[in-house]
């Protein structure tokens, strides 16, 4: 049965608000009008952490990961005292990752520094492109030359973990500018970054308007030449679109590909959530508004079933280049979860782990079809 005690706890902090929403963008996010009510919101945040301490109380949290929207539009003082609510009330591992989300339009010196300041030890920059033409397409809020100045300002300040989110194949983007994208993030030598793909999501503005998009052969060559790229940059790929310098893989994302337990708090916010006997996914209201009303309500709390989780823990961990031990499979699931894995997805698994053989984890969303069936 489920072993909670061995499964890695992270804490999910979601701030839903940005300057801007991004033509592309599906996530919980809304423009920003009239004044940030930071104080507030983080109150809010607070009464949500304290009431789901209880669930977790005999466990190390590993990992906390602020995202958005645009958790950089808020101060480190306000941060300050939201941190100091997670101390008081979980159990931090010596070496917990926190990481916080930025958009390089948000970027000020003083701010940045506080962040030091308060214990946030790893930024997640969402640069896209160093290409002002294509950042003006992708309704970004930033120019190019402040995305590489706030990487270079947050080197200096001293954040040694530092991502950089990147996009390819964009409306009207040829190879050389893919590269030249891959060129300049890796020049500035972050040790992670994550290179992703443009897709057009339902409920986004592409979505009613789409941009033309590279041709599907072109995109093609983009992705292997710029996974030739990287890779001889000495960036590894550990997730479908996370690369990383040895040692520095996201804990926090990590632990959600290893179908790991997190606590989500916030607007919006997903959390996962191992029980003795059940596990449990849980959803806050989506509306800021509504979630402050009652920060600790759930808009969703549901089991996952037994029927699901073959498909659930594969693709979590199927993500992964080096996947999950089975013996990780097991004290997250149940011991017939591996069994049902195994028995449909044999001939493209390595033997002795739940990974995709190398020829495979192309195709991952292919496989994982035959999960459903
Ligand atoms: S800044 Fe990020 S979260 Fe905000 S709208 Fe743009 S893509 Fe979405």
Known sequence: MYKPERIPLGIYVHFPWCIAKCPYCDFNSHQLRGALPAEAYVESLCQDLISQAGNVSDREVTSIFMGGGTPSLFGADVLCHLMTTIKQHYQLASHVEITIEANPGTFEVDRFAGYVDVGINRLSIGVQSFCDQMLKKLGRVHCASEAYDAVTQAKRLGFNHINVDIMYALSGQSIDGMLQDLEVACQLSP???????????????????????????????????????????????????????PGSQCVHNSNTWQFGDYIGVGAGACGKLTMASQIYRTQKQSSPKLYQLNPLAYAKRELVSHDRLAFEVALCGLRLVDGMSWDDVTSRSLPITGMEIRS????????????????????????????LS
């Open 344 to 371: 449909k997805l044999a001939s493209v698994l390595v033997p002795d782990r739940l990974q995709f053989k190398p020829e495979a984890f192309h195709y991952y969303n292919e496989h994982l079809v035959a999960l």
């Open 191 to 245: 040790d992670h970054l994550s290179w992703y793909e443009l897709t057009i999501e339902p409920r986004t503005a592409y979505y009613k308007r789409p941009p033309s998009l590279p041709s599907s052969e072109l995109k093609d060559d983009m992705t292997d030449l710029g996974l030739a790229y990287l890779a001889k940059q000495g960036y590894e790929r550990y997730e479908i679109s996370a690369f990383s310098t």
